[in-house]
């Protein structure tokens, strides 16, 4: 059974795109990844469930602001939805038809590093060339066809079955936001942008580390504000401003500044795990 739009009262919003946007949605906020790399991530490049609560996701270098590619923190209990989809309603919408750019490059083989593929019309047809996710551009992304004939990007336009544009992410985040807001909270912010995503996800993740540091501090017996603590909050801001991509700490102070409001609440209530 997929996702559904369902309000306080039960009931279902009939909206084919449910199961994708709840996957988008939730991978935004699992990772703190911007606008452009959602447009342009594979399904190669997600990572694989685990027990743990944190995994790892690369960001490409040339798919994201200033080519700073990296290694992202990722919640791993965002993820169960994402490979949801993947396996899920993700098969039904490209099962419709086969994706057709212009200028395709055919998928010989792939996985989370990399893949190999050849050029039809290039000068040399025949010849297997290898590329890494992380120096492949978009440009190069929408032009790919795994050998089953679909595109190997995330996540899709559901009628056409293609790659999502890059301002089909906002529409998604803006349809769900007026679900909230006519069918369950009418207060919810009508300027929600997808970006204010990465932000919720920074927060969470500043908590999540802040949270551990404390829990190490009762456990050692020291004093919550003494410098011992105050020097492993500074380690957790450099955590966040790594796993965010930002150049200096300036960047984040503003999802540390805000962390400490929810450190009254349970970790997992205000991560939402179930």
């Known amino acids: 059974?997929?996702?559904?739009?369902v309000d306080l009262n039960g009931a279902q919003d009939d909206y084919a795109g449910a199961d994708r946007d709840q996957a988008l949605i939730s991978l935004c906020l699992g990772t703190g990844v911007r606008r452009h790399n959602l447009a342009y991530v594979t399904t190669y490049?997600?990572?694989?469930?685990?027990e743990l609560p944190?995994?790892?996701i690369q960001v490409a270098d040339l798919i994201t602001k200033n080519d700073a590619g990296g290694a992202a923190l990722t919640f791993t209990h965002r993820l169960p939805v994402v490979h949801g989809y993947i396996h899920g309603r993700r098969v039904e919408d490209v099962a419709r038809r086969p994706y057709q750019p212009e200028s395709p490059l055919h998928i010989v083989e792939a996985d989370s590093r990399g893949f190999r593929y050849v050029d039809p019309r290039g000068s040399d047809p025949s010849k297997v060339r290898s590329r890494s996710w992380s120096e492949t551009d978009a440009a190069i992304r929408v032009r790919l066809v795994k050998p089953d004939g679909t595109t190997p990007i995330l996540f899709l336009n559901t009628q056409i079955a293609e790659p999502l544009t890059y301002s089909g992410m906002q529409h998604v985040v803006a349809g769900a936001a007026r679900f909230v807001r006519d069918r369950i909270n009418p207060d919810f912010p009508p300027g929600f942008r997808l970006h204010d995503l990465r932000h919720t996800y920074a927060?969470?993740?500043?908590?999540?580390?802040?949270r551990g540091v404390l829990t190490?501090?009762?456990r050692h017996g020291a004093n919550p504000n003494d410098a011992w603590v105050v020097d492993h909050i500074a380690?957790?801001?450099e955590f966040v401003t790594y796993s965010l991509g930002h150049a200096s700490e300036d960047?984040?102070?503003?999802?540390?500044?805000?962390?400490?409001r929810f450190l009254g609440i349970p970790?997992?209530?205000?991560l939402g795990q179930p």
């Open 251 to 260: 960047s984040t102070k503003l999802y540390v500044q805000t962390a400490h």
């Open 54 to 56: 944190f995994t790892t």
């Open 216 to 218: 190490d501090a009762v």
């Open 267 to 270: 970790l997992e209530q205000f």
């Open 1 to 5: 059974m997929g996702a559904l739009r």
């Open 203 to 210: 927060v969470h993740l500043a908590v999540a580390i802040y």
């Open 45 to 50: 490049e997600v990572p694989a469930r685990t």
């Open 235 to 237: 380690q957790a801001v």
